[in-house]
C-alpha cells in the first residue's frame, strides 16, 4: 500500500485520484459482488475477492484519517448483494450480517486483545469463545411458528433477502417441523452447503451433456441450486445446513451461551456441526485452528476457516456491532485451496502408453503454500466439455495431497486473442500418426520407436516394484536413451561399466554400483517380470494373477487370449492387450534377449503367496518417500496383498507415513490406526523380498 498520508491538506490532486481509485475498486468489487452473489458464477477467487476488500478499506481508512467520509452504500459497509427479484423478498429483523476476516494469527490475537478491551477485561483474560469451521455455503434465515417451518429466505443484503421456502422445503437435512419443547416463533439462522461429493457428482452430470453448467466450487453449486424457480432442482441436488445463530423469537428463553442454543437446537432436530467447541481463551483458539486446518481436507465439506464467537449472549450484547459484523465474532481463514489463474499453454504429454495427454501450464500460482504451474487435462473431449481455450482464464482447486484440478474456465474474461485447442495430428515426440481408441485417449501409433515411450517403458521397467534397478532413475534414462545407447529393456543388460561411465551423470563409483544394481536385477521373480515389460492395463496385482496361473514365461507366451480371459480380474481388453503384446515380434526378441542375458525367472509354483503383513489389509499411504513415488509403493503393496485407498478411516489397518506427512497422519494417530514410518516400511519389503527370493 501506499503510504503516502493523504489529508485535507495535501494537495487537491492526489486526494482527487485516491478518490477516483476508491471509486473504481468500490464498481469492481460491485462487479464481483453481482457475479457472486446473484449469479452464483464468480469470476475471481475468494482469495482475490479478499484482497481486493482489504484494499478498499485500507483506502477508505486512508481517506478517513484525512478527514474525508466513507459513503453508506461503500461495498465495505455492506453485506452480500441484492435479492434477486425473481424471488418474493422477507425482512430480517434483525438483519443478517456477515463476519469480519483475518488471515493470521498476528490479526487474530489483535482482535482477541481488542475485543477484551472492548469487554472491559484485563488483557490475560482466558475469555470463553465457541470454536466452528466457516462452512462455505450460503447463510438462511428459517423460520419456525409452533414448530412449522413457515418460511425460508436467503441472507441477500442483509436487510432483504430472497424467499426460498418452497425449495428449502425440498432439503432434507431441515425439518418441517421440529420436535420437543417448542417456542411460538424462532428464527434459527445457519449455512445450506453441498457436500464435496454431491458437488464433484453435480459437475460430472453436468459436464456429461455438452453445455451443462459448471459450477466453481460447492458454495457457488450450492447458491446456484437453491435460488432455482423450480423447487424440483433443489431436492435433487442434495444440500446439507448447519445452524449457527438465531434471530427473533417468542416464547423461547435463550440459553446463557451459544454452544447452549446449539444443543438446544439439536432437541428440536436442528442440525449443526458437530466439530463446535466451546474453548477458553487465546491459546486454545489458536489450537483449534491449528488441528481443523490439519483435518480440513478430510472433511465431507468445504470450509474456509474457523468463526470464533464470544460464547456468552450477554457478552456479545456488550460488545455490540459495527455496519456489517458483529464485534463479538470473527472469521480467521484458512490459505485458500481454489485460486484463478490463466492458462499460457497447452503441452501434450507421451506416457508409457503412447497415451496423448494434453497438460495445461499455466502463469504460476500459490495454492495453501504449494505454487503450481501446470494441471492435466485428461483428454480432448474434457477440454471440449469445459470449452477451455488456451489464453482462459480458469478456477484450480487443490484439495489435499491430491494433484490440483482445473475446475472450469471463466469464458466472461477470456482474452480476445484466446485459442481452441485441437490436438495433434501426429505424435510431438516422433511424429507418428495418432490413433483414437474406443475411449476419449488419444495414442502415439509409434509404440517403442517413439523416444518418449521407450524412456517411459524403460522408467517402469527398472522402476521400484518391477526389476528394482537402484541408481537407475529417470535422468540417466533420459540421457541414454538420448544417446543412443539405450533402446529397449534388454540394453540395460548389454552395457558395460564403461558405457555407463561415460553418461553425463555418472561418475566411477555410482557407475559401478549400478552395474552391480543390474546384475542383482537378473534374479527376478515371473510376477515383477510380466509387471516390468509395461503391457497395458497389466498392473502388479494382474501380473501376479497371470504368474500364479502359468507359473512360467514359456506357457505365458503361448497362452491365448481365451485363457487370459478365464484369470480373475483379467477382462476382455487386457486380454487383447496381453495377447497382442506377446504376439508382437519386436516384444518377443526383446523377452528372448533378456532371458539370454542372464535374467533369471523363479517359476513360481501355482497360487504361491508371499507372507506379508500386508496381505488383505487395508493400507493407507501418505507423506513422501525416497526411493520411490506413493503410486509405485501403492504398487508395491498391491502386490504383497494389500488393500490400498486414499484416505483413513476406522477401518483402515495401517497408514504407512513418510516424510512431511500431514493431516492423514494425525487422523490416524486420532482413530488409533497402526502407523508404518519409512525405516518399518524398508525393513518389512525387506523381509517379504527375502521371502520371495527363498520361495
Ligand atoms: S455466524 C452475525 N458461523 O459466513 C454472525 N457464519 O462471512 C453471523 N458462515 O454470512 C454468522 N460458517 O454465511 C457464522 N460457523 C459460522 C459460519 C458462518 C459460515 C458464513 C455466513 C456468514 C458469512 C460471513
Given at each position: 500500500?501506499?503510504t503516502?498520508?493523504?489529508?485535507?491538506?495535501?494537495?487537491?490532486?492526489?486526494?482527487?485520484?485516491?478518490?477516483?481509485?476508491?471509486?473504481?475498486?468500490?464498481?469492481?468489487?460491485?462487479?464481483?459482488?453481482?457475479?457472486?452473489?446473484?449469479?452464483?458464477?464468480?469470476?475471481?477467487?475468494?482469495?482475490?475477492?479478499?484482497?481486493?476488500?482489504?484494499?478498499?478499506?485500507?483506502?477508505?481508512?486512508?481517506?478517513?484519517?484525512?478527514?474525508?467520509?466513507?459513503?453508506n452504500?461503500?461495498?465495505?459497509?455492506?453485506?452480500?448483494?441484492?435479492?434477486?427479484?425473481?424471488?418474493?423478498?422477507?425482512?430480517?429483523?434483525?438483519?443478517?450480517?456477515?463476519?469480519?476476516?483475518?488471515?493470521?494469527?498476528?490479526?487474530?490475537?489483535?482482535?482477541?486483545?481488542?475485543?477484551?478491551?472492548?469487554?472491559?477485561?484485563?488483557?490475560?483474560?482466558?475469555?470463553?469463545?465457541?470454536?466452528?469451521?466457516?462452512?462455505?455455503?450460503?447463510?438462511?434465515?428459517?423460520?419456525?411458528?409452533?414448530?412449522?417451518?413457515?418460511?425460508?429466505?436467503?441472507?441477500?443484503?442483509?436487510?432483504?433477502?430472497?424467499?426460498?421456502?418452497?425449495?428449502v422445503?425440498?432439503?432434507?437435512?431441515?425439518?418441517k417441523?421440529?420436535?420437543?419443547?417448542?417456542?411460538?416463533?424462532?428464527?434459527?439462522?445457519?449455512?445450506?452447503?453441498?457436500?464435496?461429493k454431491?458437488?464433484?457428482?453435480?459437475n460430472?452430470?453436468?459436464?456429461?451433456?455438452?453445455?451443462?453448467?459448471?459450477?466453481?466450487?460447492?458454495?457457488?453449486?450450492?447458491?446456484?441450486?437453491?435460488?432455482?424457480?423450480?423447487?424440483?432442482?433443489?431436492?435433487?441436488?442434495?444440500?446439507?445446513?448447519?445452524?449457527?445463530?438465531?434471530?427473533?423469537?417468542?416464547?423461547?428463553?435463550?440459553?446463557?451461551?451459544?454452544?447452549?442454543?446449539?444443543?438446544?437446537?439439536?432437541?428440536?432436530?436442528?442440525?449443526?456441526?458437530?466439530?463446535?467447541?466451546?474453548?477458553?481463551?487465546?491459546?486454545?483458539a489458536?489450537?483449534?485452528?491449528?488441528?481443523?486446518?490439519?483435518?480440513?481436507?478430510?472433511?465431507?465439506?468445504?470450509?474456509?476457516?474457523?468463526?470464533?464467537?464470544?460464547?456468552?449472549?450477554?457478552?456479545?450484547?456488550?460488545?455490540?456491532?459495527?455496519?456489517?459484523?458483529?464485534?463479538?465474532a470473527?472469521?480467521?481463514?484458512?490459505?485458500?485451496?481454489?485460486?484463478?489463474?490463466?492458462?499460457?499453454?497447452?503441452?501434450?504429454?507421451?506416457?508409457?502408453?503412447?497415451?496423448?495427454?494434453?497438460v495445461?501450464?499455466l502463469?504460476?500460482?500459490?495454492?495453501?503454500?504449494?505454487?503450481?504451474?501446470?494441471a492435466?487435462?485428461?483428454?480432448?473431449?474434457e477440454?471440449?466439455?469445459?470449452?477451455?481455450?488456451?489464453?482462459?482464464f480458469?478456477?484450480?482447486?487443490?484439495?489435499?495431497?491430491?494433484?490440483?484440478?482445473?475446475?472450469?474456465?471463466?469464458?466472461?474474461?477470456?482474452?480476445?486473442?484466446?485459442?481452441?485447442?485441437?490436438?495433434?495430428?501426429?505424435?510431438?515426440?516422433?511424429?507418428?500418426?495418432?490413433?483414437?481408441?474406443?475411449s476419449?485417449?488419444?495414442?502415439?501409433?509409434?509404440?517403442?520407436?517413439?523416444?518418449?515411450?521407450?524412456?517411459?517403458?524403460?522408467?517402469?521397467?527398472?522402476?521400484?516394484?518391477?526389476?528394482?534397478?537402484?541408481?537407475?532413475?529417470?535422468?540417466?534414462i533420459?540421457?541414454?536413451?538420448?544417446?543412443g545407447?539405450?533402446?529397449?529393456?534388454?540394453?540395460?543388460?548389454?552395457?558395460?561399466?564403461?558405457?555407463?561411465?561415460?553418461?553425463?551423470?555418472?561418475?566411477?563409483?555410482?557407475?559401478?554400483?549400478?552395474?552391480?544394481?543390474?546384475?542383482?536385477?537378473?534374479?527376478?521373480?515371473?510376477?515383477?517380470?510380466?509387471?516390468?515389460?509395461?503391457i497395458?492395463?497389466?498392473?502388479?496385482?494382474?501380473?501376479?494373477?497371470?504368474?500364479?496361473?502359468?507359473?512360467?514365461?514359456?506357457?505365458?507366451?503361448?497362452?491365448?487370449?481365451?485363457?487370459?480371459?478365464?484369470?480373475?480380474?483379467?477382462?476382455?481388453?487386457?486380454?487383447?492387450?496381453?495377447?497382442?503384446?506377446?504376439?508382437?515380434?519386436?516384444?518377443?526378441?526383446?523377452?528372448?534377449?533378456?532371458?539370454?542375458?542372464?535374467?533369471?525367472?523363479?517359476?513360481?509354483?501355482?497360487?504361491?503367496?508371499?507372507?506379508?503383513?500386508?496381505?488383505?489389509?487395508?493400507?493407507?499411504?501418505?507423506?513422501?518417500?525416497?526411493?520411490?513415488?506413493?503410486?509405485?509403493?501403492?504398487?508395491?503393496?498391491?502386490?504383497?496383498?494389500?488393500?490400498?485407498?486414499?484416505?483413513?478411516?476406522?477401518?483402515?489397518?495401517?497408514?504407512?507415513?513418510?516424510?512431511?506427512?500431514?493431516?492423514?497422519?494425525?487422523?490416524?494417530?486420532?482413530?488409533?490406526?497402526?502407523?508404518?514410518d519409512?525405516?518399518?516400511?524398508?525393513?518389512?519389503?525387506?523381509?517379504?523380498?527375502q521371502?520371495?527370493?527363498?520361495?
Amino acid at each position: 500500500m501506499d503510504t503516502k498520508q493523504i489529508s485535507l491538506f495535501s494537495p487537491a490532486s492526489d486526494r482527487e485520484d485516491l478518490e477516483a481509485e476508491v471509486q473504481s475498486l468500490r464498481r469492481e468489487i460491485e462487479k464481483h459482488n453481482q457475479a457472486y452473489y446473484e449469479l452464483d458464477n464468480p469470476l475471481i477467487s475468494d482469495s482475490e475477492y479478499d484482497a481486493l476488500m482489504r484494499k478498499l478499506k485500507d483506502l477508505e481508512t486512508e481517506i478517513a484519517s484525512g478527514g474525508g467520509s466513507i459513503p453508506n452504500n461503500s461495498p465495505s459497509r455492506k453485506v452480500g448483494g441484492r435479492a434477486a427479484k425473481k424471488f418474493a423478498q422477507i425482512a430480517h429483523n434483525p438483519p443478517m450480517l456477515s463476519l469480519d476476516n483475518v488471515f493470521s494469527e498476528e490479526e487474530f490475537r489483535d482482535f482477541y486483545q481488542k475485543l477484551l478491551v472492548r469487554l472491559g477485561l484485563p488483557a490475560n483474560t482466558e475469555l470463553t469463545l465457541s470454536a466452528e469451521p466457516k462452512f462455505d455455503g450460503l447463510a438462511v434465515n428459517l423460520r419456525y411458528e409452533y414448530g412449522k417451518l413457515t418460511a425460508a429466505a436467503t441472507r441477500g443484503d442483509g436487510q432483504n433477502g430472497e424467499d426460498v421456502t418452497a425449495n428449502v422445503r425440498e432439503i432434507s437435512d431441515i425439518p418441517k417441523q421440529l420436535t420437543g419443547n417448542l417456542p411460538d416463533l424462532i428464527d434459527i439462522r445457519g449455512e445450506i452447503f453441498m457436500t464435496k461429493k454431491a458437488f464433484a457428482e453435480l459437475n460430472a452430470k453436468s459436464q456429461e451433456k455438452s453445455g451443462g453448467k459448471l459450477f466453481a466450487n460447492p458454495r457457488n453449486a450450492a447458491a446456484g441450486s437453491l435460488r432455482q424457480l423450480n423447487p424440483e432442482i433443489t431436492r435433487e441436488r442434495n444440500l446439507s445446513f448447519f445452524a449457527y445463530g438465531i434471530g427473533s423469537y417468542q416464547n423461547f428463553t435463550l440459553p446463557q451461551n451459544y454452544s447452549e442454543l446449539l444443543r438446544t437446537y439439536r432437541s428440536f432436530n436442528i442440525p449443526s456441526c458437530d466439530l463446535q467447541q466451546q474453548i477458553n481463551g487465546l491459546d486454545a483458539a489458536i489450537e483449534f485452528m491449528t488441528n481443523l486446518g490439519k483435518i480440513r481436507n478430510e472433511l465431507p465439506f468445504d470450509i474456509d476457516g474457523v468463526v470464533f464467537k464470544v460464547d456468552e449472549f450477554a457478552l456479545q450484547k456488550q460488545a455490540g456491532f459495527i455496519s456489517r459484523a458483529p464485534r463479538w465474532a470473527i472469521a480467521w481463514k484458512f490459505p485458500a485451496i481454489e485460486v484463478s489463474t490463466q492458462i499460457l499453454d497447452i503441452d501434450i504429454q507421451v506416457g508409457r502408453t503412447g497415451a496423448l495427454t494434453p497438460v495445461a501450464r499455466l502463469e504460476p500460482v500459490e495454492i495453501a503454500g504449494v505454487t503450481v504451474s501446470n494441471a492435466t487435462l485428461h483428454n480432448a473431449l474434457e477440454i471440449a466439455r469445459k470449452d477451455i481455450y488456451i489464453g482462459d482464464f480458469v478456477f484450480l482447486r487443490r484439495a489435499g495431497d491430491v494433484i490440483p484440478e482445473i475446475v472450469k474456465a471463466i469464458p466472461e474474461k477470456r482474452p480476445a486473442d484466446a485459442r481452441k485447442f485441437q490436438m495433434p495430428a501426429h505424435c510431438p515426440v516422433c511424429n507418428s500418426a495418432v490413433i483414437q481408441d474406443e475411449s476419449a485417449v488419444i495414442r502415439c501409433s509409434g509404440g517403442l520407436h517413439c523416444p518418449a515411450q521407450k524412456t517411459a517403458a524403460l522408467i517402469h521397467f527398472a522402476s521400484r516394484a518391477a526389476l528394482d534397478i537402484q541408481g537407475l532413475g529417470e535422468k540417466i534414462i533420459d540421457d541414454a536413451v538420448e544417446l543412443g545407447k539405450l533402446r529397449n529393456p534388454a540394453d540395460i543388460f548389454r552395457l558395460t561399466l564403461e558405457d555407463w561411465k561415460n553418461l553425463p551423470r555418472l561418475g566411477q563409483k555410482s557407475a559401478e554400483n549400478l552395474v552391480a544394481a543390474i546384475k542383482k536385477a537378473r534374479f527376478c521373480t515371473l510376477p515383477r517380470f510380466i509387471y516390468a515389460l509395461g503391457i497395458r492395463e497389466i498392473g502388479a496385482v494382474n501380473a501376479r494373477a497371470i504368474a500364479e496361473k502359468f507359473s512360467s514365461i514359456e506357457k505365458i507366451l503361448s497362452a491365448t487370449e481365451e485363457e487370459f480371459l478365464a484369470i480373475d480380474g483379467i477382462g476382455e481388453e487386457s486380454a487383447k492387450y496381453l495377447k497382442s503384446f506377446l504376439s508382437d515380434q519386436e516384444n518377443l526378441a526383446v523377452i528372448q534377449d533378456l532371458l539370454q542375458l542372464g535374467i533369471v525367472l523363479e517359476e513360481m509354483p501355482a497360487k504361491k503367496t508371499v507372507n506379508s503383513i500386508f496381505s488383505d489389509k487395508k493400507v493407507v499411504i501418505t507423506g513422501s518417500f525416497a526411493e520411490f513415488s506413493r503410486e509405485e509403493l501403492g504398487e508395491i503393496l498391491r502386490t504383497l496383498g494389500a488393500k490400498v485407498s486414499a484416505s483413513v478411516s476406522k477401518n483402515t489397518d495401517f497408514l504407512v507415513a513418510g516424510e512431511k506427512a500431514g493431516s492423514k497422519l494425525d487422523k490416524a494417530r486420532g482413530l488409533g490406526v497402526q502407523i508404518i514410518d519409512a525405516e518399518k516400511l524398508q525393513s518389512e519389503l525387506a523381509k517379504t523380498r527375502q521371502e520371495e527370493e527363498n520361495a
